[in-house]
């Protein structure tokens, strides 16, 4: 009998193992975001983006479905200048023919990580949360969500961002 709980257990403990090691396997490795403001007076925020990768095709998404919107309405249209690189060289890519948030990389052998980069123009004027203006001359308001791209097929609860931020040099940040 105690030879039969023995196995049991043991059998239990290598089933723990496996779901422990697949969890760890197929946790998203984070995703490295830098955002310049040094232009914000000009409206021009600039984002790089360090996103792990694969050899072979990598769809990138950019939100569509902003928080506090009621509609897919993410201002993909004002990012600009999108660039893709990997170990220092440019990398094709296309848009979805008819998802405008979708984009596609083919990532090169030898590849560990897809770096991105683009510029978000802040309009001037709008009305919403994402299609006013969030920069100016003396201040800035920084929606990170505007900021981001995220590969497809990650459950959200799984992506992870580390980030920075680069401000203007004759800009202050408020006391904590």
Excluded at 41 to 52: F, K, Q, Y
Excluded at 75 to 99: E, H
Excluded at 155 to 168: E, F, G, I, M
Aim: hydrophobic share 45%; with cysteine.
């Amino acid at each position: 009998m105690a030879s039969q709980w023995r196995k049991a257990a043991f059998l239990l403990l290598i089933i723990l193992c496996l779901r422990v090691t697949a969890a760890a396997q197929n946790a998203a490795a984070p995703i490295r975001l830098s955002v310049d403001l040094t232009d914000a007076a000009r409206r021009i925020l600039h984002a790089h983006l360090t996103l792990p990768a694969k050899p072979g095709r990598l769809t990138l998404l950019y939100p569509k479905w902003i928080p506090g919107e009621h509609a897919p309405d993410g201002p993909v249209v004002d990012v600009v200048d999108l660039r893709f690189t990997a170990n220092g060289r440019p990398l094709s890519w296309r848009r979805d023919d008819l998802d405008m948030y979708t984009f596609y990389i083919d990532v090169p052998d030898g590849a560990a990580s897809v770096q991105a980069d683009f510029d978000y123009l802040s309009p001037a004027m709008g009305e919403g949360f994402s299609a006013g203006p969030a920069a100016d001359p003396v201040l800035a308001v920084l929606e990170w969500n505007l900021m981001v791209l995220y590969p497809a097929g990650i459950p959200a609860n799984k992506l992870v961002y580390q980030t920075s931020l680069r401000l203007p040099p004759n800009w202050n940040t408020p006391p904590h």
